[in-house]
Structures are given as structure tokens and as C-alpha cells.
């Protein structure tokens, strides 16, 4: 195969180490908090989760949560999977054994997610094990980087096309299905900028853009994700409209990650566009020049097309049960593979959130007088300037967000965290931010919801605030 448009060599090699220098994020991002997410000490401790498991459903368990903290789920353990995965995230960026790398980067971080319950929930989470789960069967099957490679398979190729595809146009189909007024109306931004989990402070001027903008924005966004994903499909003699449709699904991460922090997803979107880039195309950016290995057989390739077609009905299979047309006999395949996490539906902001409640953790000495724990990134501090994060993510901070929108289905984890708090413990107290009780642990904790709202530009300039705050109730947390 010649360096012609249509050759994927350059495009394969860009989009792994890419790929590697996501889960090299992940898993670095994850290191840092395990101990005070799901630690011994930690809000949701993994060991206990686990035991209950089995308690509850005997050998049935290790199928439905498949993780290699069975064996043990110490903090130790938990911080020492998340470093080997970034270990091998560099291996991978370095074209050191890309299958093998690809393949212990999934497991591990698919142990990761079964043992990170509720704070390794998110979307991009399992986008990101679906994500790794394909780029297996596109990946050369070599030990060392080489001027020559395997002949990169077509048919894994179009698979992660498909999941990028899949990726969005989900996102702007179930906008729509869910019947959400406000994307149909177009007015979804005017409160998506104040309402979203973790706005920069570049939200609170979008915000203040004049309504038409904001409709104009909205409606912009549902294009891009409706219309735009089908010129990927496009073929070799329509390149030019192909790539303008790549260009266009980058642009709207781009703008996305401009005024909100979402942690490695935006990058992870961006880098799932890769395989449609064409050697053609890199081949004019990159300093590299690849040519196929001579004497590959082709059993391997059609071995190969045969295991992604297997991949590839799961997968449509979870695209159809998103927009509503899921056969009946595939409901069986998809609860086989669940356990893997790997094969998914996605549908980000199908209901457009139009407030802001926020939690503020209180604690107190003596029951009367309270005060407030500070978060690294979220709102709280009406005078903080809301900053940018990713593609670092706060797990803890993310979670409170949604906490904050049912307190009651939040209530477990919530009187966990107030459990830590008022033992000082010190893996979840590295989470937080300011600590007004220093090394001695107050002796009732609650938790105040507000309604926040961004200030005018007049209240800005009068007082500093990014933020204003009216309180809504109180949750009390154990004692």
C-alpha cells in the first residue's frame, strides 16, 4: 500500500500515542484521588463495596464486576494500578508493544472504573474503554517501533469511525428524544453556561451574551452533532467535505472546553477524529515516513475483520437502544458484554440542567456555630474566580454537582463524606480545599444547598463576585 489518500499508516501511529497520552491523563488524574474516593479510608472504600458484592450475589459477582482488586483493594493496591496504567500510557506513547500495551491499559482501567463506583461513573470514562477496546484490533502486533508496519486493518478502522460517529451524533439525537424544551425551543445555552459542572470563568461572559447569540449557539451545536457526524462516512472522492466535517466536530470540543472543564473527554473526542485523517494529510504535518511491512499474511486481516464485525454488533446495538430501536434479541448480547463497560450509548446533556443548586459542606464544635469547607474547583466562594482544570478531573468536585441535584439518592455517599470529615481523615481531606478546623475535626457536619446564580455585570463590579447565592435548605449529616 502507497502513501495514497486513502493509506491510514501515519493517521494509526498519530492516533495511539495520542491515545496514550489520554489514559496517561486518566490515570495519572485518578492516582492522586483514589485513596480518598474509594480507598480504606475513603468515602466509598472499594474493599467493602466488593465484599458486599459477593455477599450479596457469591461467584456471580467476579462476572459482573470484573476487576483485579478481588485480590485486594488496599490503598497501596488502588494508587499502584492507577501509576502502572500511567507507566504504560508512556510505553504506549513510545510504540513500545502497542497490543499488549493497549490491551493491559483497558484492563486496568476497567478495574479501575468497577472499583471507582459512582466517582468513575462518567461518560468519558467508558468512552474511554470502548475507545481502547477497538484501537486493539488496530494496532500493530510489534515489540519495538519500526520504519515498517503491519498494514493497518480496514475494518478496525471503520470501527472507531463508527464510535466516533456514534459518539455524536447520540449526543444531538438524544437531545431531541428526550423531549427536553429547552433544546427544542434553542434556548438550552442561556442556561447552560451557569448551569454546567465546572464553568471557567469565560462561562460567566458567554452567559451574558444577548439571547439571540445563545439561540444561535444552540441551535449551531445540534447541527453539528446531527449533520456533521454523516460526512464521515463520506468516500475518497468527497475527502474535501469529509474533513470539513472532522473540522467541524473538533471545533465544537474546541468550544465546548473553552468555557467549562470536562476533564480528558474533549481531548479523547478530538483524538477519536484521527482515523479519519489520511496519510495524505498528515504526511504533510508529520516528520515521518511509515511504509507497510512486506510478507504480512492475510489471514491476519481477515482474522482480524472477523473479531471487529463481533465487536461492531454490540456496538450498534447500544446505538439503537439510545435512539430507541433496539431489537428485543440484542438485549441479550448487550447484558452479556455490560460487565466490560466497553460497549455504550452516550447522550451528554439530552436534558439541559436550568438551575444551580450547589452543596456547601458546614462543620461545627459546638452546634451553633458553623463553618464552611472549601472545594478545589467548584462553586463555593462567591469571590473565587472560576478557573480551568482539564484535563485534570476532579472526581469529587464533579460528583458533588449531581449531588447537589437529588441530595436525597446522593444521601449515602454525602453522610460518608461527613463521616470523613468529622474524623479528620486526612485521604479525603487532601480532596477539599480550605480546611477552616486545621488538625482538629469538628463534631457536626451538614451540608447547606444554595441556589447559585452568576452575578450581573453591575454586582460584579460593585463587589468582585463571579457568584450570587441564596440558601435553599439544610441536609443534616450524622451527628
Given at each position: 500500500?502507497?502513501?495514497?489518500?486513502e493509506?491510514?499508516?501515519?493517521?494509526?501511529?498519530?492516533?495511539?500515542?495520542?491515545?496514550g497520552?489520554?489514559?496517561?491523563?486518566?490515570?495519572?488524574?485518578?492516582?492522586?484521588?483514589?485513596?480518598?474516593?474509594?480507598?480504606?479510608?475513603?468515602?466509598?472504600?472499594?474493599?467493602?463495596?466488593?465484599?458486599?458484592?459477593?455477599?450479596?450475589?457469591?461467584?456471580?459477582?467476579?462476572?459482573?464486576?470484573?476487576?483485579?482488586?478481588?485480590?485486594?483493594?488496599?490503598?497501596?493496591?488502588?494508587?499502584?494500578?492507577?501509576?502502572?496504567?500511567?507507566?504504560?500510557?508512556?510505553?504506549?506513547?513510545?510504540?513500545?508493544?502497542?497490543?499488549?500495551?493497549?490491551?493491559?491499559?483497558?484492563?486496568?482501567?476497567?478495574?479501575?472504573?468497577?472499583?471507582?463506583q459512582?466517582?468513575?461513573?462518567?461518560?468519558?470514562?467508558?468512552?474511554?474503554l470502548?475507545?481502547?477496546?477497538?484501537?486493539?484490533?488496530?494496532?500493530?502486533?510489534?515489540?519495538?517501533?519500526?520504519?515498517?508496519?503491519?498494514?493497518?486493518?480496514a475494518?478496525?478502522?471503520?470501527?472507531?469511525?463508527?464510535?466516533?460517529?456514534?459518539?455524536?451524533?447520540?449526543?444531538?439525537?438524544?437531545?431531541?428524544?428526550?423531549?427536553?424544551?429547552?433544546?427544542?425551543?434553542?434556548?438550552?445555552?442561556?442556561?447552560?453556561?451557569?448551569?454546567?459542572?465546572?464553568?471557567?470563568?469565560?462561562?460567566?461572559?458567554?452567559?451574558?451574551?444577548?439571547?439571540?447569540?445563545?439561540?444561535?449557539?444552540?441551535?449551531?451545536?445540534?447541527?453539528?452533532?446531527?449533520?456533521?457526524?454523516?460526512?464521515?462516512?463520506?468516500?475518497?472522492?468527497?475527502?474535501?467535505?469529509?474533513?470539513?466535517?472532522?473540522?467541524?466536530?473538533?471545533?465544537?470540543?474546541?468550544g465546548?472546553?473553552?468555557?467549562?472543564?470536562?476533564?480528558?473527554?474533549?481531548?479523547?473526542?478530538?483524538v477519536?477524529?484521527?482515523?479519519?485523517?489520511?496519510?495524505?494529510?498528515?504526511?504533510?504535518?508529520?516528520?515521518?515516513?511509515?511504509?507497510?511491512?512486506?510478507?504480512?499474511?492475510?489471514?491476519?486481516?481477515?482474522?482480524?475483520?472477523?473479531?471487529?464485525?463481533?465487536?461492531?454488533?454490540?456496538?450498534?446495538?447500544?446505538?439503537?437502544?439510545e435512539?430507541?430501536?433496539?431489537?428485543?434479541?440484542?438485549?441479550?448480547?448487550?447484558?452479556?458484554?455490560?460487565?466490560?463497560?466497553?460497549?455504550?450509548?452516550?447522550?451528554?446533556?439530552?436534558?439541559?440542567?436550568?438551575?444551580?443548586?450547589?452543596?456547601?459542606?458546614?462543620?461545627?464544635?459546638?452546634?451553633?456555630?458553623?463553618?464552611?469547607?472549601?472545594?478545589?474547583?467548584?462553586?463555593?466562594?462567591?469571590?473565587?474566580?472560576?478557573?480551568?482544570?482539564?484535563?485534570?478531573?476532579?472526581?469529587?468536585?464533579?460528583?458533588?454537582?449531581?449531588?447537589?441535584?437529588?441530595?436525597?439518592?446522593?444521601?449515602?455517599?454525602?453522610?460518608?463524606?461527613?463521616?470523613?470529615?468529622?474524623?479528620?481523615?486526612?485521604?479525603?481531606?487532601?480532596?477539599?480545599?480550605?480546611?477552616?478546623?486545621?488538625?482538629?475535626?469538628?463534631?457536626?457536619?451538614?451540608?447547606?444547598?444554595?441556589?447559585?446564580?452568576?452575578?450581573?455585570?453591575?454586582?460584579?463590579?460593585r463587589?468582585?463576585?463571579?457568584?450570587?447565592?441564596?440558601?435553599?435548605?439544610?441536609?443534616?449529616?450524622?451527628?
Amino acid at each position: 500500500m502507497g502513501r495514497g489518500a486513502e493509506a491510514y499508516l501515519l493517521s494509526r501511529w498519530l492516533f495511539l500515542r495520542l491515545l496514550g497520552i489520554v489514559y496517561l491523563i486518566a490515570f495519572a488524574s485518578i492516582a492522586v484521588q483514589v485513596a480518598g474516593l474509594v480507598g480504606v479510608h475513603g468515602i466509598l472504600p472499594a474493599g467493602q463495596y466488593l465484599e458486599s458484592a459477593y455477599a450479596a450475589y457469591g461467584s456471580f459477582a467476579y462476572r459482573a464486576l470484573p476487576t483485579v482488586f478481588w485480590f485486594g483493594a488496599s490503598d497501596a493496591a488502588l494508587q499502584g494500578v492507577a501509576w502502572i496504567g500511567a507507566g504504560l500510557a508512556v510505553l504506549l506513547i513510545l510504540g513500545i508493544a502497542p497490543w499488549a500495551m493497549l490491551l493491559l491499559l483497558w484492563s486496568l482501567y476497567l478495574s479501575l472504573v468497577v472499583a471507582g463506583q459512582d466517582f468513575l461513573s462518567f461518560q468519558w470514562d467508558t468512552l474511554l474503554l470502548e475507545t481502547g477496546l477497538a484501537a486493539l484490533l488496530w494496532a500493530p502486533m510489534q515489540w519495538l517501533p519500526r520504519r515498517s508496519e503491519p498494514e493497518p486493518s480496514a475494518a478496525a478502522r471503520w470501527l472507531l469511525v463508527f464510535l466516533v460517529f456514534k459518539l455524536m451524533f447520540l449526543s444531538g439525537a438524544t437531545k431531541l428524544l428526550s423531549g427536553d424544551p429547552t433544546w427544542r425551543s434553542g434556548t438550552a445555552l442561556h442556561y447552560h453556561f451557569e448551569t454546567q459542572p465546572l464553568p471557567a470563568w469565560t462561562a460567566w461572559y458567554a452567559h451574558h451574551l444577548p439571547e439571540a447569540a445563545h439561540r444561535l449557539m444552540t441551535y449551531a451545536t445540534l447541527a453539528a452533532e446531527l449533520v456533521l457526524p454523516w460526512t464521515l462516512f463520506l468516500p475518497g472522492r468527497l475527502r474535501r467535505l469529509r474533513l470539513l466535517g472532522v473540522a467541524g466536530l473538533v471545533g465544537l470540543q474546541v468550544g465546548i472546553a473553552a468555557t467549562g472543564s470536562y476533564g480528558f473527554f474533549n481531548l479523547l473526542a478530538i483524538v477519536l477524529c484521527v482515523p479519519l485523517l489520511d496519510d495524505n494529510l498528515l504526511g504533510r504535518i508529520l516528520p515521518l515516513r511509515l511504509a507497510v511491512r512486506d510478507g504480512e499474511a492475510r489471514p491476519r486481516q481477515t482474522v482480524l475483520a472477523a473479531i471487529t464485525v463481533l465487536f461492531f454488533v454490540p456496538s450498534l446495538l447500544g446505538f439503537m437502544r439510545e435512539i430507541g430501536f433496539a431489537p428485543s434479541a440484542g438485549y441479550p448480547i448487550l447484558r452479556v458484554v455490560a460487565p466490560l463497560r466497553s460497549f455504550n450509548g452516550y447522550g451528554l446533556f439530552r436534558v439541559m440542567t436550568t438551575r444551580r443548586p450547589e452543596i456547601v459542606m458546614e462543620g461545627s464544635r459546638d452546634g451553633k456555630h458553623w463553618s464552611e469547607y472549601g472545594f478545589r474547583f467548584k462553586a463555593g466562594d462567591i469571590h473565587r474566580k472560576p478557573g480551568f482544570v482539564a484535563p485534570y478531573h476532579p472526581r469529587l468536585d464533579w460528583q458533588m454537582w449531581f449531588a447537589a441535584l437529588d441530595p436525597n439518592g446522593s444521601r449515602e455517599w454525602l453522610g460518608a463524606l461527613a463521616d470523613r470529615l468529622r474524623a479528620g481523615t486526612p485521604q479525603v481531606l487532601a480532596l477539599m480545599g480550605k480546611n477552616p478546623f486545621g488538625g482538629s475535626p469538628p463534631r457536626a457536619t451538614r451540608a447547606v444547598v444554595y441556589d447559585y446564580h452568576f452575578s450581573t455585570s453591575d454586582q460584579r463590579k460593585r463587589t468582585g463576585a463571579w457568584w450570587t447565592r441564596t440558601p435553599l435548605g439544610v441536609m443534616r449529616l450524622g451527628p
